[in-house]
């Protein structure tokens, strides 16, 4: 390696780190690294020891707790123990999570929550909020609210007998009051001021409510239908926001003319992605977005982001090979074309191939994916 290609890496490695760095004192030493290293290049041997020093003790990490709102996507099992079909707790579900354990992830392994405070350095996974075996000391890093088969239009829980976002509000005041009688207030009120909440969902209101349901194609259009579940979006940010959060992030809704379901019914006989899916999912990006800005302005000291949820994973699924895969335009478990749920009875023989897990969900190296890109670009935004 000659010396300008050790400056590059190291450069490269440096601007990385920086922008992954999530405590006060990894990016003040990555500062200070950085300021060595392009004033004094000849200290580029400390320049790399600083850049090995990690985040310590819960103290300084800037993040203590992740707590996640929505739906399959992000789901962690809440559902394991409802009346509903929108539930996955059996193989061939989880086949790469853990030793293969059929957790109630919508996927083969870990899922975004999971993904987030794995990268954050907070835990291994997102214990579901729901989870029978819950422990108190779990409540303190974060738990997940989330269950699939919801969505912002008060209908699509409903119709799925789900949990809806309302009753995922009211499970966090159950929780804030929990955390509070566990570990005090101000361990309570750093959890608010400091944690990162998460929300990701739409997608079913798009596919299984709007397109599916007379009550609501007739009566909607594409502009008041985007309004209804923007609304609804908008004062569910605003409750959580006066239950304490600030730092929140709100995922888009994916391309889901794209997914391979989607292709299948509405695709034609090529299976090309269906357009009337992603042009209402695209509207209602750009409308949640500016909704965002506005919320983010009005509220004192919110730190509101939209994350997006619709470019990344439309690259990914056109151009695969840059990911690292090889099909995107069918699922891993059964044909692919069609299967989700208990409908996926066997899968591919790898995987890894594989962004799309069922015909309506991605597979876990999809999803690690989108969510270091995430972390990547807006975890400053959030400080
Ligand atoms: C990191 O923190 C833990 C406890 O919070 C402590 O036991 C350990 O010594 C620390 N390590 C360093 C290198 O500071
Ligand atoms: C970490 O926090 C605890 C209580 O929150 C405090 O007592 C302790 O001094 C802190 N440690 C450091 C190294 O800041
Ligand atoms: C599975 O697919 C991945 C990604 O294409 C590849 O790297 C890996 O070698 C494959 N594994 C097997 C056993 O074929």
């Known amino acids: 390696m000659t010396r300008k290609e050790l400056d590059m890496c190291v450069f490269n490695a440096l601007k990385y780190e920086f922008e992954m760095c999530i405590c006060f004192t ?3 030493l990555l500062i200070i690294a950085m300021h060595l290293f392009l004033h004094k290049p000849s200290h580029v041997l400390l320049t790399l020891l600083l850049l090995h020093v990690q985040c310590n003790g819960s103290n300084d990490s800037i993040v203590p707790a992740v707590i996640v709102f929505g739906d399959s996507v992000v789901d962690t099992g809440n559902n ?3 009346k509903t079909i929108f539930k996955v707790n059996y193989p061939p579900y989880g086949q790469d999570f853990s030793g293969g354990q059929p957790t109630g992830r919508f996927s083969n ?3 975004p929550s999971d993904f987030l405070v794995e990268e954050l350095g907070v835990k291994d996974v997102l214990p579901p909020y729901l989870d029978p075996n819950l422990k108190n000391e779990d409540l303190l890093t974060g738990v997940n609210f989330a269950s699939g088969g919801g969505g912002y239009d008060p209908l699509t829980s409903v119709l799925a007998s789900v949990i809806s976002l309302d009753e995922q509000i009211e499970l966090f005041k159950e929780y804030k009051e929990k955390v509070k009688s566990v570990a005090g207030e101000e361990v ?7 944690g990162l909440f998460v929300v990701a969902t739409g997608s079913n209101d798009v596919t299984n409510t709007y397109f599916n349901n007379p009550l609501r194609l007739y009566h909607y259009d594409f502009d008041s239908y985007t309004h209804l ?8 940010l605003q409750n959580l926001y006066n239950l ?3 730092r929140i992030g709100v995922f888009g809704i994916p391309p889901i003319g794209c997914l391979p379901s989607q292709r299948t019914l509405k695709g034609g006989t090529l299976r090309e992605c269906a357009e009337k899916n992603n042009e209402l999912a695209a509207l209602f990006n750009t409308k949640l977005s500016m909704e965002i800005n506005y919320l983010n302005l009005n509220l004192p000291s919110a730190r509101m982001v939209y994350i997006d949820g619709y470019y990344l994973p439309l690259d990914i ?4 090979t840059k990911y690292g895969f090889d099909v995107s335009t069918v699922g891993c478990c059964g044909t692919g074309t069609i299967e989700v749920a208990f409908l996926c009875k066997y899968t591919c023989s790898n995987v890894s191939e594989y962004v799309f897990w069922d015909s309506f969900h991605f ?3 999809a999803y690690k994916i989108i969510v270091h890109d995430f972390l990547s670009k807006n975890m400053n935004l959030m400080m």
């Open 244 to 246: 304490g959060a600030r």
């Open 26 to 28: 990894h990016c003040l």
């Open 229 to 236: 579940m923007v609304d609804s979006a908008s004062s569910f």
């Open 109 to 111: 392994g870990k899922v």
């Open 363 to 365: 597979t876990e190296n």
């Open 188 to 194: 309570l009120n750093t959890i608010l001021s400091k």
């Open 317 to 320: 699924i056109q151009n695969p």
């Open 80 to 82: 394991n123990n409802l």
